[in-house]
């Protein structure tokens, strides 16, 4: 049960999805940017904040409130969800990692949605196998030089900082990887906007590449031999909220085709009064009922401190697994209605051919998995 200050910043959130984002998502899913206005509007209700400490200015709440929030906005718009919870975890990895001093001068911007922030593990040559990095982290005098390039990373196209993996012993050891906190408003960083057939406007995706760029001592956030590590647990966490934004797709998109199925009429009665189309949307909701509680078992396991490594990725897979399987469905479900832009269908499909990608490929969680036993009672 949310206690009433996570009661009141997820009500913000939904009025804040229901009159903004939705207003927005089309011209986005079109290439547009979204206005920077919106990114100040969203951290002022607290989306750049939710588990950011308290003494930083954050407002400390807890994982499910992210979640949550993470979801109610990907129920409209995946991307813009994507983009502001990736500056979100970049602002409480500062506040946690970073010098006092550091942190106190570059979070406020972060915070109030003056700037964006971005995690930087993958480059042209390492994807799945990311400890395959070639961006390299050279010592030198009071701080490292870093060199090499990163791609497809969200919020690339416009991040102030970002969070920066670099390998500072031989290529392929995870335990020579470490984290660096980069101005990549630097010269000797420059940067491109990655598009493509999915629009990438909302989310900002985007490269760059830092051409020996000088990172001092005080921006080393984590050490080799901490940083992979800590990584890896971060994206634990981060494949709970991918389901539940997943699963929050259907859930927006089968409210939609339910509400069309009363009204729409064929052959002199509802759509909905078609026992073979309704038998689609029985089933459609039977597995989203299992894909909402596995995603419930996760938080659960997070938020008791247990082990959620098969859990996160089991969630993760089944709702990416259930997006891109029900919402061409649901989008068939309406005919041709449903192909019109006032619609999430169609971004909606496309963010769950990213969503398969993004914090652990679903072939790369099935890995995981395959010796997984989940069964939950005593046989
Ligand atoms: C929109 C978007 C945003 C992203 N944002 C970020 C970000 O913010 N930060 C970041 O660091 N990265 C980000 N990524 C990158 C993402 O993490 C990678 O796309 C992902 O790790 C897969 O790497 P790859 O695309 O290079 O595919 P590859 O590693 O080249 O793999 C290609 C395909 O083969 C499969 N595959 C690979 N190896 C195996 C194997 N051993 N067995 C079976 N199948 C295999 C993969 O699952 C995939 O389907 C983003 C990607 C996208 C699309």
């Not at 052959?267 to 009064?273: I, W």
């Not at 914090?359 to 099935?366: F, I, N, Q, W």
Request: with cysteine; charged share 20%; aromatic share 6%.
């Amino acid at each position: 049960m949310a206690d009433e200050t996570t009661e009141r910043f997820l009500a913000n959130i939904r009025v804040f999805a229901r009159e903004v984002v939705a207003r927005h998502a089309p011209a986005w899913a079109r290439g547009e940017a979204p206005d920077p206005a919106i990114l100040t509007q969203a951290a002022g209700i607290g989306l750049t904040r939710i588990e950011v400490p308290a003494a930083f200015g954050g407002l400390a709440l807890g994982f499910r409130a992210k979640v949550e929030a993470c979801a109610i906005i990907a129920s409209v718009d995946f991307g813009l969800a994507m983009a502001l919870v990736n500056t979100h975890n970049v602002a409480k990895r500062i506040a946690i990692s970073a010098p006092s001093p550091v942190a106190t001068r570059l979070l406020p911007a972060l915070l109030n949605g003056h700037a964006s922030a971005c995690t930087a593990l993958t480059e042209p040559d390492a994807g799945s196998d990311a400890a395959a990095m070639q961006c390299r982290a050279e010592r030198v005098d009071g701080g490292w030089v870093l060199d090499g390039e990163k791609t497809w990373i969200v919020n690339g196209r416009h991040a102030r900082y970002s969070i920066v993996y670099a390998q500072c012993a031989g290529q392929g050891r995870a335990a020579g990887i470490a984290a660096f906190l980069v101005d990549l408003a630097d010269p000797a960083c420059t940067r491109y906007a990655i598009e493509s057939a999915f629009s990438q406007a909302s989310i900002g995706t985007g490269g760059f590449r830092l051409n020996r760029c000088f990172v001092r001592d005080e921006r080393l956030l984590l050490p080799a031999g901490t940083a992979f590590k800590a990584i890896l647990e971060e994206i634990n966490g981060a494949r709970i909220y991918v389901a539940a934004m997943n699963c929050a797709m259907v859930s927006a998109a089968l409210r939609i085709v339910h509400a069309y199925g009363e009204t729409r009429q064929t052959f002199g009665k509802p759509l909905n009064q078609h026992p073979s189309w309704r038998e689609k949307r029985a089933e459609c909701a039977t597995a989203l009922a299992a894909a909402w509680s596995l995603v419930e078992a996760a938080i659960a396991a997070t938020e008791a401190g247990g082990e959620t490594r098969h859990l996160a990725a089991a969630a993760k897979v089944n709702a990416v697994t259930l997006a891109q399987r029900e919402l061409p469905a649901l989008l068939h479900a309406m005919g041709a209605e449903g192909l019109r832009e006032t619609y999430p269908f169609a971004r909606h499909i496309g963010a769950a051919q990213i969503a398969a990608l993004t914090d652990g490929s679903t072939a790369m969680l099935l890995d995981r998995l395959g010796r997984w036993d989940p069964t939950p009672i005593r046989l």
